[in-house]
């Protein structure tokens, strides 16, 4: 589609092109080529504009769908029963704090000299989650470690 556009544009300019050999703007023939091609870059450059903003949209659509899908499907991995295998009837009872830790993190910081990678320190959690299934009552758990600023 994206190259049927481009041969349907250049067609137009083409025939733009060939319609302003034909309109006199002056009697020099040099300053009616030199007028008709800038027309034809201007033309082209605000056709080149509008195209590279159109695949941009379409890049940007494609990004945020495929977001939305890994979101969907992390949120069933972490929502489903492990007994039963049905999705959405965890249920979090209580959140218990196991161990607390300093650690480290890694950060990236853009400078003028590029990006720059150091480790910072930082407090981590280790919590162990509660959860029951509504639909066969059994219970599970699931533990996960966290960052604290």
């Avoid at 030199?34 to 080149?48: E, K, N």
């Avoid at 400078?111 to 989650?129: A, F, L, N, P």
């Amino acid at each position: 589609m994206f190259v049927t556009c481009l041969g349907y544009i250049w067609g137009w300019i083409v025939a733009f092109f060939g319609f302003l050999s034909t309109v006199p703007i002056s009697d020099s023939p040099f300053i009616n080529a030199t007028v008709s091609f800038i027309i034809v870059m201007v033309v082209l450059a605000i056709i080149g504009k509008i195209v590279d903003t159109a695949q941009k949209k379409a890049e940007d659509a494609k990004l945020q769908a495929e977001l939305e899908a890994a979101e969907k499907a992390a949120w069933e991995r972490a929502n489903t029963c492990p007994h039963c295998h049905e999705i959405g009837f965890l249920v979090l009872d209580k959140t218990e704090e196991l161990e607390r830790y300093k650690g480290t993190r890694e950060v990236r910081e853009r400078s003028t000299r590029g990006v720059k990678t150091r480790h910072v320190s930082c407090t981590k959690i280790v919590e162990k989650d509660y959860y029951h299934c509504k639909k066969c009552g059994e219970t599970c758990s699931s533990t996960k470690t966290r960052e604290l600023a």
